[in-house]
């Protein structure tokens, strides 16, 4: 060497020592590393510098930066490199992959993987046109030993994934290398088939002659071979992966019995079966139906079975899954569409597999498969064929096991728990699972019924029956207080079983097939009606279960006046010693889910509640009267609920002036000179609801707090009223109910009246200026006027910023706060009620726009309503603020 060039080298290894050395000072480490940076960007010696510290006789740390130096002047200086330098650069890469490294074993793998780099990215540059004698050169390379073919692999699949995957080639360039692949892909195919089979074979000897070392080099050639093959499967023509009589999926299939390749084979498999295209091209996977292959798959997913908690096995367990399902789902693309597909051979050894999976332990393996079964069942021919319909049984029964919300990661009650270590890394990622996959569970569920009502509704029954005879189990944690929480068996079983009991129900009656005596589904209902429980969240799911036998009403109109009595004994349910102030957070809960249950039966069957309207109407005001009963959220609920039944009136004077006597204390808060004047300016504002002043505890002390709530309570009052009052659905009802005030002029269609509008309208203008001074309380002089403890008052809330985060957001903690009777503090109090106004007052204008029609738009110029609310002091206005803006209020009125 050129003692000039080796005075080079020297240099440059000393300074790529010290930049990795981690005792050198940053100022040593920073001159170094701009040594080479600019060797790297400037010297004329890049490539031969290079090439002389890429050879073995350096360290790993010297060599790779040997070959980083050679693949920047590939990348960045290639059109300034001489003929003689680039080919001079081919002829070493060819060199570097046939003796650059040492025994595949002992070499560090990022030192083999920039080797194949550099022949990948000379290949970007040159190949086919300018370097015709590649192909023969790698496999001649390949000849030479494991360590050889390893690295001439490892080019196939870097060069797949550059050019199909990532496609970071110009697209001339990415044209014609991908011609030049599909018109060698038959050489290829066998070229890495053959090395499959021979070195799994050698390999497979050679562990049973006990060589460990020479078959650990089999071993990892074997692999390399399977993760080429990732690259090609999923995009090259379908005959080559079926040439052979499917020689290669014969192949993956033998392949899942080797424990050490059986992951590889696996992942390739996964992705041959989860081709798209042309149903003609996807036709051969069926052949993985065979009986070689199917028993193949289940020995290998029996084996895996019995050490799934070891996480490799675990891993190789899902993808297999995966293939099974996968396989289905081709199956349901040419199934019916192919007059050649029918019932394929094996299916029922088949469907066992997939329910053995569905059952497992593990949710995630049972997730992958409830969306097959789906699939399946909805299906025009295969939910009709004998083999799947004697699965139904199993299928549903399985979920009444699936749908129990168990298997929290920091838990260790339930054996799922050991699978969830695996798939999640807390519980808040596993509350983020569990909903979607026991919305999936459902969903079979309901398509199962309708296939078999009688079948489905008679283990709902069943279930529901034993239920309601079982003792209370309220775990080890609930002893104490003799209540369930959310991990009490007793709480699970019965959540579980409302959400079974709703999808049955939910689709009982929309079946065309026989369906159950209606007799039973009565009897159902009576005894949940009798069942008594003091426990709030027992009680919560008494009343979804009472919610999802509703349809029953229909046929027993007599009961309903005890289905009212037990929804409002809810309605007012209380622990012992609790008052409106300490009410727990389950029994809140409750108390809110019997109000919105009742809202329900209103807008189901509002024709039949219409007879029982006084004496439901009586009783709300009852126990609405009543200060220490209802808090505003349940009052403002059920003011909902009892204005859909209004609607049956029919008759516009009746319901506007029920109307107006609903919205008369709102009318007489809302319009009151106190509000007037709280609504005028931004500093009134504030000193209404508190934002000046120092935080007050407990809120009972909080006077401002009162205020603030009898905001609330109008907003959320006038809110109900708007999107629950309409007129009747038929226009002879609207004619003779008075709801028809004249014909358009443009389509001559009638004109419909809501019997809200003259009460509503009435309350806008204050509406008006509570929107101006909302937004003016972002101006300077305002927000100075804050006290320390709201500075924080106006942030996003947590809910908004999940929201805007979505499923791949910071999931909220998971706590069981069931029992807590804590309240929130004031700043989260305020920080609520002002984002609760902002959006609900945009919520109101929206509805108003789209429920009150005609009369709103008359009545009101609407430009200048928006210019003198809505977009005043918008300069001041951070974007959150303005996405209901666009969200709530245009969609609506431009609907």
């Excluded at 229909?554 to 005890?562: A, K, R």
């Excluded at 300069?875 to 959150?880: L, R, T």
């Amino acid at each position: 060497m050129d003692p000039n060039l080796q005075q080079i080298v020297s240099k440059l290894c000393l300074a790529v020592e010290t930049v990795m050395n981690p005792v050198v000072c940053q100022s040593d480490r920073l001159a170094a590393h701009q040594i080479c940076e600019d060797f790297k960007d400037n010297s004329p010696y890049c490539v031969q510098v290079g090439i002389s510290i890429s050879s073995k006789e350096y360290s790993p740390v010297i060599r790779h930066f040997g070959l980083q130096l050679l693949e920047h002047c590939i990348k960045f200086r290639w059109i300034n490199l001489s003929l003689d330098e680039k080919q001079y650069l081919k002829q070493n890469s060819l060199q570097l992959l046939d003796t650059g490294t040492k025994y595949l074993l002992e070499e560090e793998l990022h030192v083999k993987d920039a080797i194949s780099r550099i022949v990948v990215e000379l290949m970007k540059r040159e190949w086919p046109q300018n370097w015709q004698s590649l192909m023969t050169d790698l496999h001649n390379i390949s000849q030479h030993g494991e360590t050889q073919t390893e690295l001439v692999l490892m080019v196939f699949h870097r060069l797949v994934e550059d050019v199909v995957a990532f496609q970071n080639v110009p697209n001339q360039r990415r044209r014609e290398i991908l011609q030049s692949l599909t018109a060698q892909i038959s050489q290829l195919f066998h070229f890495f088939l053959t090395l499959l089979e021979t070195h799994a074979a050698q390999f497979k000897l050679l562990v049973a002659e006990g060589k460990e070392r020479d078959s650990l080099a089999l071993n990892r050639v074997s692999q390399s071979v399977l993760m080429t093959l990732t690259g090609f499967v999923d995009w090259v023509n379908m005959s080559h992966i079926v040439e052979n009589n499917g020689r290669l999926l014969q192949l993956l299939c033998l392949l899942l019995d080797d424990s050490s390749l059986q992951l590889h084979a696996a992942e390739c498999l996964l992705l041959v079966v989860s081709r798209k295209g042309k149903l003609e091209d996807r036709k051969p996977i069926l052949i993985l139906f065979s009986e070689g292959a199917m028993s193949t798959i289940l020995t290998a997913a029996i084996a895996a079975e019995k050490a799934s908690l070891d996480e490799y096995y675990y891993l190789f367990l899902k993808r297999l899954c995966q293939v099974l399902t996968e396989i289905g789902k081709q199956l349901v693309a040419l199934w019916g569409t192919d007059p050649e597909v029918g019932v394929p051979p094996n299916f029922s050894t088949y469907l066992e597999a997939l329910l053995a999976f569905t059952v497992h332990k593990s949710q995630m393996l049972g997730s992958f498969t409830q969306t097959l079964w789906a699939l399946f069942l909805r299906h025009e021919h295969i939910s009709k064929d004998e083999t799947l319909v004697s699965f139904i049984p199993r299928v549903v029964t399985a979920a009444t096991q699936s749908l129990l919300k168990v298997g929290y990661p920091s838990q260790n009650n339930y054996p799922s728990c050991a699978y969830s270590k695996l798939d999640f890394d807390s519980d808040e990622e596993f509350n983020m699972f569990f909903p979607r996959y026991r919305a999936e569970v459902a969903d079979t569920v309901r398509l199962a019924t309708l296939l078999q009502p009688k079948l489905t509704f008679s283990i709902a029954y069943d279930w529901l029956k034993t239920q309601l005879q079982k003792p209370l189990d309220v775990g080890e944690v609930g002893v104490e207080k003799g209540i369930c929480n959310l991990s009490s068996p007793s709480f699970l079983e019965w959540d579980a079983l409302g959400v079974f009991l709703e999808s049955v129900m939910l689709r009982l009656m929309a079946s065309t097939n026989d369906k159950p005596d209606t007799t039973e589904g009565i009897e159902l209902l009576q005894r949940v009606l009798v069942y008594q429980t003091q426990d709030p969240l027992i009680l919560s799911c008494l009343l979804s279960c009472i919610s999802a036998l509703f349809p029953l009403l229909l046929y027993t109109p007599e009961t309903i006046p005890v289905v009212l009595d037990k929804i409002f004994g809810a309605v007012i349910f209380n622990l012992p010693g609790q008052t409106k102030g300490t009410r727990s957070r389950a029994v809140k809960n409750v108390r809110q889910h019997a109000c919105s249950i009742v809202v329900k039966i209103c807008k189901q069957y509002p024709a039949l509640i219409f007879p029982a309207f006084d004496s439901l109407y009586s009783h709300i005001k009852l126990i609405s009267n009543d200060p220490e009963q209802l808090s505003q959220m349940e009052k403002t609920i059920l003011v909902e609920a009892i204005m859909l039944i209004s609607n049956q009136f029919n008759d516009f004077e009746k319901q506007s002036a029920f109307i107006k006597e609903i919205l008369s204390p709102v009318h007489e808060l809302w319009t009151s000179k106190e509000f007037t004047q709280a609504f005028l300016a931004p500093d009134i504002f504030m000193s209404y609801v508190g934002l000046d002043q120092a935080a007050v505890e407990p809120s009972s002390a909080d006077t401002c707090g009162i205020n603030r709530s009898h905001i609330s309570y109008c907003i959320h009052t006038m809110l109900g009223v708007l999107k629950r009052s309409k007129w009747p659905d038929d226009l002879q009802a609207c004619q003779r109910g008075g709801f028809v005030i004249g014909t358009s002029n443009v389509t001559g269609s009638p004109i419909l009246r809501n019997p809200a509008t003259s009460h509503i309208l009435a309350l806008l203008n204050n509406l008006i200026m509570l929107l101006k001074t909302q937004n003016g309380l972002w101006l300077p002089d305002y927000l100075r006027l804050r006290h320390p403890d709201f500075e924080k008052a106006y942030d996003l809330l947590e809910v908004d910023k999940l929201a805007i985060l979505g499923k791949n957001g910071i999931p909220p903690p998971c706590i069981d706060n069931t029992d807590s009777t804590t309240c929130k503090q004031p700043l989260a109090r305020v920080k609520s009620f002002l984002g609760m106004i902002h959006d609900n007052s945009y919520h109101i204008l929206g509805n108003a726009g789209q429920c009150l029609g005609y009369e709103f738009y008359s009545a009101s110029n609407i430009i200048t309503f928006l210019q003198d609310s809505v977009f005043s002091y918008q300069e001041f206005i951070p974007d959150y603020r303005l996405r209901p803006v666009i969200h709530i209020l245009f969609k609506k009125i431009t609907q």
